[in-house]
């Protein structure tokens, strides 16, 4: 059996960089998008085992991205990254199925650290 792939969807280059990094530490296979659209085609074209979002895109917002990515798979975790955790962002998302949200205070290890537990509780893991 081949690594968990990863679709991490964010706009910010340097933060989408370095989760990657780290996920990949972690030992996932991460795959990258900057939109929604190209998350979509990523979507379709790879056929990863979870998904991580963040809420707060130009064009389409995280929320626009998931009802896409659920009338394609309802079943994928998904994970969302707010840099907003207010209820405002979870407004809605209670129908859309996502496996956690996670605040995005920073790239280091407050995010890192809710990442890796929400990872292992969406692909069912034991905790490392």
């Known amino acids: 059996m081949g690594k968990t792939k990863v679709l991490?969807?964010?706009d910010e280059y340097d933060f989408q960089e370095?989760?990657?990094i780290r996920m990949g530490g972690w030992g996932y296979d991460v795959i990258k998008?900057?939109?929604g659209k190209e998350a979509i085609d990523l979507l379709l074209k790879e056929n990863p085992d979870i998904i991580i979002l963040d809420y707060i895109m130009p064009d389409m917002?995280?929320?626009e991205v998931l009802k896409k990515i659920r009338e394609l798979n309802k079943n994928i975790p998904?994970?969302?990254?707010t840099a907003h955790p207010d209820t405002k962002s979870f407004e809605?998302?209670?129908t859309l199925g996502i496996a956690a949200f996670i605040p995005k205070l920073s790239a280091y290890e407050d995010a890192q650290s809710s990442l890796k537990t929400?990872?292992?509780l969406a692909l069912?893991?034991?905790a490392c």
């Open 8 to 10: 991490l969807i964010d």
């Open 124 to 126: 069912k893991k034991p």
């Open 18 to 20: 370095l989760m990657s």
């Open 78 to 81: 998904v994970i969302m990254f």
């Open 118 to 120: 929400a990872l292992n």
């Open 33 to 35: 998008a900057s939109d």
């Open 92 to 94: 809605g998302s209670d």
């Open 61 to 63: 917002d995280g929320l």
